[in-house]
């Protein structure tokens, strides 16, 4: 006879709702006092429509497809969308100067302690602004969470970091450097081209593991899993800037060199918290970078996304921008101490799977 295995109670449980509810009042405190900031500093708040065309042309990103149908009942696909970005940036065509959205947001195969299928995205635009001013934003709103509840630290699992601390920032290229021993910029040419043969010698010298179908993406995301982010936001927040061009899908290169693009990730208490970008706005070259992605999620994956071509039209006239995306059920987490993703939700989706 097999043991009885005992299963874990609902989240609407009132032990279990009362064991949740101290967070999910620290997350209602903390977006109520984000949405201060952003009213102070001339921010609209905006929401985007859930479903669209396309869920987004990020290659290892995950969505949930629907289909709609017409009035004479044909059905077309729509997706859930996995960000707000592409009707944030046709807002900026559209005139508006500076956004912000609490956005609900799906991606499938994602789920665990930092992972939820349905999660919350806060996205704000700076139109005519450089994505460093998106780095001052990302350090009064650390503060501003911690406030809220009445954190003096952020908390993750045993890890601990001050969000009041200036951010440090620290280049890809440099952190490659400092905690993997690596010259990335030996693999990478002036034009951005790379070379995977270079970069897997380096990695095999440092005794990381490469596979044989590796390709030079593969292999920097191995390095940054492995020997990067395990180190970032320990004591005080860390800012990693200047990604290579090739892992900057929607960021412009930077003027100062064109291996690199004008991206930044926020990480504490080694968790990443936000992606940011100075925005691509050359519609020709972004089509160009979202056919490779879908190509690559072809060969991975054997599945692609159609490309929204109205957010391509309104990308040729959108201003110069900088947006930045934060995992807002994260910075609760962090701001409260919670340990799962689930006890900062109201409602989490059911458990479905193995």
């Known amino acids: 006879m097999k043991p009885k295995t005992s299963k874990a109670s609902p989240w609407w449980t009132r032990n279990v709702h009362a064991d949740r509810r101290p967070f999910l009042i620290g997350r209602n405190a903390i977006q109520a006092a984000l949405r201060v900031f952003f009213a102070r500093n001339d921010f609209i708040e905006v929401d985007t429509a859930t479903l669209q065309v396309s869920p987004g042309n990020e ?18 696909p729509l997706y859930l969308h996995t960000s707000p970005e592409f009707a944030c ?29 349905e999660f919350t995205m806060l996205e704000w635009y700076r139109a005519g602004e450089s994505y460093e001013v998106l780095m001052a934003d990302c350090a009064a709103i650390l ?19 001050d ?3 200036q951010p440090e920032r620290i280049s890809v290229s440099a952190a490659f450097e400092r905690y993997a021993g690596i010259d ?11 070379d995977r043969e270079r970069l897997a010698a380096d990695m095999r010298q440092a005794g990381i593991r490469v596979a044989d179908d590796d390709l030079w993406q593969d292999l920097f995301s191995r390095v940054l899993v492995e020997k ?12 990693l800037d200047e990604y290579p061009v090739s892992e900057a899908a929607l960021a412009r290169p930077s003027a100062a060199d064109h291996r690199v693009a004008e991206r930044f990730e926020l990480y504490a208490c080694g ?22 992605e879908m190509a690559e999620k072809q060969r991975v994956y054997g599945e692609t996304y159609p490309l929204d071509e109205e957010f391509l039209e309104a990308l040729a006239v959108m201003p110069d921008a900088s947006g930045i ?7 609760v987490m962090l701001a409260t101490g919670a340990s799962r993703i689930e006890q900062v939700l109201w409602a989490p989706v059911a458990e479905y799977g193995a």
Request: net charge negative.
């Open 59 to 76: 290659a290892h990103l995950h969505a949930f497809e629907t289909e709609a149908l017409t009035t004479d009942g044909t059905a077309l």
């Open 325 to 331: 995306a934060l995992g807002f059920d994260r910075l």
């Open 163 to 165: 969000p009041f601390l």
């Open 184 to 194: 990335l910029f030996a693999s990478i040419g002036l034009d951005g081209s790379t």
């Open 228 to 239: 990067i982010e395990p180190n970032l936001g320990f004591g005080r927040v860390t800012i």
């Open 89 to 117: 940036k046709k807002l900026l065509a559209a005139g508006e100067e500076r956004i912000a959205c609490f956005a609900h947001v799906y991606r499938n195969r994602e789920r665990g302690p930092l992972h939820h299928p």
């Open 271 to 292: 968790v990443e918290l936000a992606n940011a970008f100075g925005e691509l706005t050359n519609a020709e070259e972004q089509r160009r970078r979202f056919e490779i």
């Open 143 to 161: 503060g501003l969470a911690a406030e809220a509840v009445g954190a003096k630290k952020f908390s993750y699992r045993g890890a601990e970091t």
